[in-house]
T-cell receptor
Framework: AQTVTQSQPEMSVQEAETVTLSCTYD???????LFWYKQPPSRQMILVIR??????QNATENRFSVNFQKAAKSFSLKISDSQLGDTAMYFC????????????FGAGTRLTVKP | EAGVAQSPRYKIIEKRQSVAFWCNPI?????LYWYQQILGQGPKLLIQ????????DSQLPKDRFSAERLKGVDSTLKIQPAKLEDSAVYLC???????????FGQGTRLTVV
């Protein structure tokens, strides 16, 4: 079974600065997908960014980018120019390719953006 | 485009009672998930449907939990009888297929007293 580890339970950053959230995973699969989801206090999980394992280029979505190191099984999220609205829980998720995709989440990192 | 709808938003029941949650996925989404999220933890997959068939229910406590997805659209998750440790947020998610990202509903917060 796949496991996802987020080693930072809590982090904080000053508004407008940059922060990096860590995620590592363990799998024997070669084809898979990785995601970062944001969960604000409203509880709704919102997709932040997605990475296909076969792609070497790191995904980018506006202020959000990832550092995907397939050999090291590492998938960190960088948030640039942090905004107060970025305050939330952030979850790293792994999904196998195929019907039984076994989508699993890490324990989460609580990010607080300070004014 | 309407998102994933879940009801109720909140539910409080006594232990040993039964409860049911309802989920309406995004139109056209073949894959539907139910997750349990205990306070302070990440979501844990309970069951995954592909259309109206079960793909994975390995982590569903089948002695008390059941789920169905009739006609491959709406889904219900039932707990009978509930235990104190079932207190959690139950999240429903759907995706176009099993290889695309999942979209989540707002969840149902269950408190068992």
């Amino acid at each position: 079974a796949q496991t996802v580890t987020q080693s930072q339970p809590e982090m904080s950053v000053q508004e407008a600065e940059t922060v990096t959230l860590s995620c590592t995973y363990d799998t024997s699969e070669s084809n898979y997908y990785l995601f970062w989801y944001k969960q604000p206090p409203s509880r709704q999980m919102i997709l932040v960014i997605r990475q296909e394992a076969y792609k070497q280029q790191n995904a980018t979505e506006n202020r959000f980018s990832v550092n995907f190191q397939k050999a090291a099984k590492s998938f960190s999220l960088k948030i640039s120019d942090s905004q107060l609205g970025d305050t939330a829980m952030y979850f790293c998720a792994f999904m196998k390719q195929g019907n039984n995709n076994d989508m699993r989440f890490g324990a989460g990192t609580r990010l607080t953006v300070k004014p | 485009e309407a998102g994933v709808a879940q009801s109720p938003r909140y539910k409080i029941i006594e232990k040993r009672q039964s409860v049911a949650f309802w989920c309406n996925p995004i139109s056209g989404h073949a894959t539907l998930y139910w997750y349990q999220q205990i306070l302070g933890q990440g979501p844990k997959l309970l069951i995954q449907f592909q259309n109206n068939g079960v793909v994975d229910d390995s982590q569903l406590p089948k002695d008390r939990f059941s789920a169905e997805r009739l006609k491959g659209v709406d889904s219900t998750l039932k707990i009978q009888p509930a235990k104190l440790e079932d207190s959690a947020v139950y999240l429903c998610a759907s995706s176009l297929n099993s290889n695309t990202e999942a979209f989540f509903g707002q969840g149902t917060r269950l408190t068992v007293v």
